[in-house]
């Protein structure tokens, strides 16, 4: 029973493709947030989505568009796909008023070429 | 803006202590994280310190917090190969709206 499940595991595509990330928890958690986590392990927060209302949203391209359909569910969509977008891609959840303890999906390698 | 900062590597032979720090500079922090990831996986929670506490152990681990000088660590009793892997440090503060800021990771290689 994964806490927290992302697809795909590895997502590799043509430069100015457009692609999509899921997530999904099942930990009853009404927060949920993406991060980047570039190749130096440097992990940046992109968006947070609290009861599906956006309430973070990094300097981030208008090319990456989250979309929360419900509270256990966070996908990222992202246009025009560029190099420098190469990452991996990590879906979180957390409880509110829990000190923001942050449950980790297992990250979606994407390599653009 | 908010900003945590940690060495980048350690390297300990087995069974030895493993002390891994940590500086922040928001002062409003309210809660100190330590996540552990290994190769291929997400970050996974070890422990975390509530700002009014000085100290936690939980087993193997041993937090240190001295929020007059804004440091953490993470002491790791008789460290094993399986320990091996990047440990994060993290806060979360009113002054960075509550978001979690990681440092950049330590690696920990226990050498056999």
């Known amino acids: 029973d994964t806490a927290v499940s992302q697809t795909p595991k590895y997502l590799v595509t043509q430069m100015g493709n457009d692609k999509s990330i899921k997530c999904e928890q099942n930990?009853?958690?009404?927060?949920m947030y993406w991060y980047k986590q570039d190749s130096k392990k440097f992990l940046k927060i992109m968006f947070s989505y609290n009861n599906k209302e956006l309430i973070i949203n990094e300097t981030v391209p208008n090319r990456f568009s989250p979309k929360s359909p419900d509270k256990a569910h966070l996908n990222l969509h992202i246009n025009s796909l560029e190099l420098g977008d190469s990452a991996v891609y990590f879906c979180?959840?957390?409880?509110?008023?829990?000190?923001?303890?942050?449950?980790f999906g297992s990250g979606t390698q994407l390599s653009v070429l | 803006g908010e900003d945590v900062e940690q060495s980048l590597f350690l390297s300990v032979r087995e069974g030895d202590s493993s002390v891994i720090n940590c500086t922040y500079t928001?002062?409003?922090?309210?809660?100190l994280y330590w996540y552990k990831q290994e190769p291929g996986a997400g970050l996974q929670l070890l422990t975390y310190?509530?700002?009014?506490?000085d100290m936690k152990q939980d087993q193997r681990l041993t937090v240190l917090l001295n929020k007059k000088d804004k440091h953490l660590s993470l002491r790791i009793a008789d460290t094993q190969t399986g320990d091996s892997a990047i440990y994060f440090c993290?806060?979360?503060?009113?002054?960075?709206?509550?978001?979690?800021?990681f440092g950049a990771g330590t690696r920990l290689f226990v050498k056999a």
């Open positions: 928001d002062s409003s922090s309210t809660y």
């Open positions: 930990l009853g958690h009404d927060t």
């Open positions: 993290a806060e979360s503060g009113r002054t960075g709206g509550f978001k979690t800021i």
């Open positions: 310190i509530f700002s009014n506490m």
């Open positions: 979180a959840s957390s409880q509110a008023g829990e000190g923001e303890k942050l449950f």
